[in-house]
């Protein structure tokens, strides 16, 4: 949490069909953590913080119902 943005809120999404977590600042995507799931557990976790990978994800991101 040391690098968290000082006004960085996170939400729910569906990152590239798999549960994840997007940090913004403002409208800004300031980095991404995707959750890989196999037979119920997390089987990997990944941070996108590449600048190049994240303008992917400055439009809006979808949500899915059972992040709700």
């Not at 000082?6 to 549960?19: M, Q």
């Not at 913080?49 to 994240?54: M, Q, S, T």
Request: net charge negative; hydrophobic share 45%; aromatic share 4%.
């Amino acid at each position: 949490l040391k690098k968290w943005p000082p006004h960085g809120v996170a939400e729910l999404a569906v990152v590239n069909g798999e549960p994840g977590i997007v940090v913004r600042e403002g409208t800004d995507v300031r980095f991404v953590v995707v959750l890989s799931v196999a037979d119920d557990r997390v089987s990997n976790v990944w941070i996108v913080v590449n600048p190049d990978k994240l303008a992917h994800a400055q439009d809006p991101v979808a949500r899915d119902s059972r992040m709700n």
